[in-house]
């Protein structure tokens, strides 16, 4: 028995890691080409996110491996009679397929992991990289295209002479109430402060217009804008699908408490309304932006809440995998690791992830409980244990 676990499972970690290390660098190099076009980055920024994008690339990469290497060892040793011959000494297909599924299910808190840093500390490093080297983003995109814009800003110029812009034309918001304003200016020059996170803009010999006011200034002025408003990344993000696993619990209970703070202030407009009998002010409509705002923070909570049983059915797919694909492939018995793969893989593709992607939406909407992400993992479940009775009866 230790003879056939050590076989197996050598022949699964040759495949797993060849395939792994393959897709991943496809991806990976996938991800950043991606990066780089919507970003303008250089090549030392390319550089610098590789470790942040390496975590996302391999979440995507870890479960179809680990099919891919199931289904190629399995349909080989099928297709040249190893698990015959097993029968034929009386050792059932259980023994060869046992050190498949111990694999996978330390593969599965592999992958559990990974998919916890890639969407908080991993996109947070790429977040950071990137509003860290905005100065030369923008530069770069000035060069090459004369604009660069976001939501917030958009800045036009007629050339680039070294740090120089020529003819700059800057728009974007200017203090809380956002009222628009637009610098043009004969040169500028952008200084960009990372601890401070500003962008400082050193406008010459130009004209501000700010709603119906313009000015123009013979020397220069200096602009401050934030680098989270000038970078296509913002600095900070309050998703859920961006927090770590450790941080569940806290932002679960910052959640209620802010739900119960909204209550509270809708019932005490309410309350308020009665005790000074203005009737108006106790209708569903005078707290129709609490009613909005707490629809928000609801929808809000729901996603806190299935966000981690999103995380660990997702990384358990692994394991579900290998249940379906080792009976699988044994009972197609074909050496084409090609062929095995997609045979298994498609039945997946038609039945795990619509599933898993309904359950998620469902989850999310408050419809039914987070537990609901797991479904697709339960079917895979039941029909691994139904292939695996077939292939031990046989």
Known sequence: MK???????????????????????????????????????????????????????MRFAVPGTMLFATASVFGRMSASNEITALKAAG??????????????LVVSFVSVWLNDVAVSWGRDGVRRVVVESVEQIIYGKLRQQRSYSTPQVSINVKGVDGRTLI???????????????????????????????????IFRDGTLHMGDVTASFPDEIVREVPLDAVS?????????????????????????????????VAAGKQAMGIVTSRLEHTVPSAVAHERALLDWEKTRLNRIVMEPWRRWANGFSCLCFVLVGAPMAIRMRNADFLTSFFLCFLPILIVYYPVFILGVDQAKAGK???????AGNLLMLLWGWWLMRRVVRQ
Do not use: C, H
């Not at 034309?169 to 628009?180: C, E, Y």
């Open 3 to 57: 003879i056939i676990t050590r076989y197996v499972l050598l022949e699964l970690l040759q495949v797993f890691l060849v395939a792994l290390a393959a897709l991943t660098l496809f991806m990976l190099v996938v991800g950043l080409v991606k990066e780089a076009q919507q970003q303008g980055l250089g090549l030392v920024q390319i550089m610098l996110l590789v470790p942040y994008v390496l975590p996302e690339a």
């Open 232 to 264: 296509r990344k913002g600095t900070t993000t309050t998703s859920p699908s961006e927090i770590a696993m450790a941080e569940f619990a806290k932002a679960r209970a910052d959640e209620v408490a802010r739900i119960d703070q909204i209550e509270q």
């Open 91 to 104: 050792v059932t297909p259980m023994s060869a397929m046992w050190p498949a599924f111990g694999l996978a």
């Open 368 to 374: 039914v409980p987070p537990i609901a992400v797991w």
């Open 167 to 201: 003819r700059p034309t800057l728009s974007f918001a200017s203090g809380p109430a956002g009222a628009p304003a637009t610098v043009s200016a004969a040169e500028a020059e952008l200084r960009a402060n990372a601890a401070a996170g500003t962008l400082t803009v």
